[in-house]
């Protein structure tokens, strides 16, 4: 009943003049109010519906949710969440340190199933009979403490006794002696910022650490991780650290006043300028990131592929590399290729290569954007890598996990393959030797040398007030709703390939397979007319332009390796010198690894440029002390010539494997 029908009917109830057959209904409606009996007093003085205690149903629940505040050396207590699956006995523990919150990824009661409240790979361990342990990193969330970006070791860069390392070492220390499910035996696990950590475990490990798998790690965020490839400056950072560090619970998230992020970002300026719109100044790891532009002591100091290689190699670790890892396709292989050596033994490290995004292993992963896999390609890796490689160091008796050094899904024919070794071709020592597809006359791509020809060099313009966008705009920021952050590598490349500010060059359609198992290195002669420039490099597979089982994917460009060099360090990159305009200079442009096979009657491609926005922040091309602070007077067109010519042949050296 409406409330003006409502207030109609309680005066027509009320007023004196009512008639006989209205008042009766009154009357005996009030007689019966008046006729139900009064209210039990509260037991209490409080006037609540809260009771003091309350203590939920969980008898029906096939977990134990415990929580406990572990004390480290110095005192303070790290918040620690365990998953432990009812009526375990000696259980084994894996452990994620996060600056994620652990609440977040070992809910609460959101189920009486563990692995249906767990993310889907824990949820898949919990069910295999391991106890699952998320704790929040000192100074993040329900911790105690001080927070620092990627805390680095104890030493030069940290005047305090304690880091991830010894952090891990207490609270494993602390898991064994008070989780009496447990068998005393640990693995830390984690993906990103938790690789990291799962990475810091294993300086100083504690005796009951058996196990490590550091997914998708951040190892070296210069050399090509999060925060730098290879010099440029990788300014869609700027929202991970406002996230993460304007509030201890990362609460906050970077507003945006335009939908479009390349308009957002080139209105602004430089990327100091970026940051300056939000408050970013006030941001020391910000901060940081932009004041150690070069290689120094800051990057160095924190590798940690250069850490771990300086110390044994003692607990057996699974490294887990994505092929298109948007944030991390560095760290991985880096550490691998640092650790192989002190494993004569194959006993010690290995290695799972994976057709995925960012973390994607631990998810459903049969595509990625518009490329499709066989099958599940996560859950495979999940269900005969991970779980075997787990078991047979963590589970009392258990057999060995039978796995070859290296488990790679091989794109392109779409199977996973079993090695020895990584990478499988080099340039001497390997069973088949690295080629080179050379840069031709006339846009072409070929294994053979470029003959003489009308013109040397190809030649384009860069702006950096025009530069190429890295995806197709609107470019969203990168945690927005919708953004598809996670997909970008592998976009058609199309649309950048018809851009005079972009140079293509293209193999006729192969005849028979390429196989592709290693890291590309672009060898480049060129100048520029500026004092400065960047080089982005692009391996492409070019479909056929006409597929029956995929007719959206005729003539798509995916993009196998890709990455920038920012010229200023193509010889050294703790020392930056400026180019000298017009002068024809050698400039090597490392790309990440690749698992591939280029078909028959596909092409090879490879594009050229020298912005990649607003990914990264733009170089002037005037040479400027620090890039990210540059001024708008500062940011000129260049042109830039790329030579392919005899004494100065351009090419790409392919780590070509034989099938």
């Known amino acids: 009943m409406k409330n003006d029908q409502k207030r ?35 037991a209490s003085s409080t006037f609540s519906d809260i009771p003091a205690t309350f203590t939920p149903d969980t008898s029906s629940f096939d977990f134990v949710r415990r929580e406990a505040m572990i004390p480290m050396r110095d005192g303070v207590k790290l918040h620690t969440v365990l998953m432990i699956p009812k009526g375990a006995v000696r259980a084994p523990m894996l452990l994620d340190r996060t600056p994620y919150n652990a609440d977040k990824i070992l809910s609460r009661s959101e189920s009486p199933h563990g692995d249906a409240v767990l993310p889907l790979a824990y949820g898949e361990l919990f069910d295999a009979g391991y106890i699952i342990v998320a ?44 989780t009496p499910e447990s068998n005393g035996r640990v693995g830390t696990l984690g993906t990103s910022y938790d690789g990291f950590t799962t990475l810091m475990s294993l300086v100083n490990p504690h005796p009951a650490l058996k196990a490590a798998v550091p997914m998708n790690p951040m ?52 990327a100091y300028d970026i940051g300056k719109m939000f408050g970013g100044q006030d941001l020391p790891a910000w901060q940081h990131v932009l004041d150690h532009p070069a290689y120094d002591a800051y990057w160095r100091g924190q590798a940690m592929d250069k850490i771990l290689a ?17 944030e991390d396709i560095y760290g991985a ?5 640092a650790l192989k050596p002190k494993d004569p033994d194959d006993t010690k490290v290995f290695l799972a290569i994976g057709p995925w995004h960012h973390g994607q292993e631990g998810h459903e992963a049969s595509s990625l954007g518009a490329i499709r896999f066989d099958g599940d390609t996560g859950r495979h890796f999940r269900r005969t890598v991970l779980l075997p490689f787990l078991d047979a160091h963590l589970k009392d008796g258990a057999a060995p996990a039978n796995l070859p050094v290296v488990t790679a899904y091989e794109t392109g024919t779409d199977v996973w393959k079993r090695y020895d070794r990584w990478p499988l071709s080099c340039a001497s020592g390997c069973a088949s030797v690295s080629r080179r597809l050379y840069l031709q006359g006339g846009s072409g791509l070929a294994f053979d040398k470029p003959q003489p020809a009308a013109a040397a060099f190809d030649a384009y313009v860069s702006d950096p007030r ?61 100048s520029t007319t500026g004092g400065d ?74 594009q050229i440029q020298s912005s990649w926005f607003p990914l990264y922040d733009r170089n002037p091309q005037t040479y400027v002390p620090n890039i990210a602070y540059a001024k708008p007077s500062d940011y000129v067109a260049a042109t830039i010539k790329v030579f392919h010519a005899p004494g100065a042949e351009s090419f790409v050296e392919l780590p070509v494997a034989d099938r």
């Open 8 to 42: 109609s009917m309680r005066r027509k109830c009320t007023a004196a003049t009512v008639v006989a057959f209205l008042a009766l209904p009154c009357l005996a409606r009030t007689a019966a109010v008046q006729s139900e009996p009064a209210s039990a007093p509260l």
């Open 135 to 178: 704790q929040d990193v000192r100074g993040k969330d329900g911790s105690e403490g001080d927070y620092v970006s990627t805390r680095p070791l104890s030493g030069p860069l940290n005047p305090t006794r304690v880091d991830h390392s010894t952090d891990a070492y207490d609270t494993i220390d602390w898991l064994v002696k008070n």
């Open 219 to 270: 190892v070296d965020s210069w050399r090509g991780d999060d925060d730098y490839h290879n010099g440029a400056l990788r300014q869609v950072g700027l929202d991970y650290y406002y996230g993460q560090t304007s509030t201890r619970n990362s609460s906050e998230d970077i507003w945006r006043d335009g939908y479009d992020d390349y308009t957002t970002m080139l209105k602004a300026g430089s």
């Open 310 to 326: 300086a110390r044994p190699v003692t607990v057996p670790m699974l490294l887990v590399h994505s092929l298109w890892d948007q």
């Open 333 to 337: 292989l880096a550490v691998f290729a």
């Open 466 to 526: 025009k530069p190429v966008p890295y995806r197709l705009r609107p470019i969203r920021p990168t945690y927005a709703e919708h953004s598809t952050w996670h997909q970008w590598l592998v976009d058609d490349q199309r649309p950048f390939s018809d851009r005079t500010d972009v140079l293509v060059y293209q193999t006729e359609p192969l005849k028979a397979p390429l196989k592709i198992a290693g890291a590309p290195v672009a060898h480049l002669f060129a």
């Open 533 to 606: 420039a960047d080089f982005v490099v692009k391996l492409i597979d070019v479909y056929p332009e006409s597929d029956p089982a995929q007719p959206e994917m005729g003539g798509y460009q995916l993009a196998v390796a890709m990455d920038i060099l920012r010229g200023r360090y193509r010889d050294d990159p703790s020392d930056p010198k400026p180019f000298t305009p017009g002068q024809t200079t050698r400039v090597d442009v490392p790309l990440p690894n690749a698992n591939h096979v280029f078909l028959p009657g596909h092409s090879v491609m490879v």
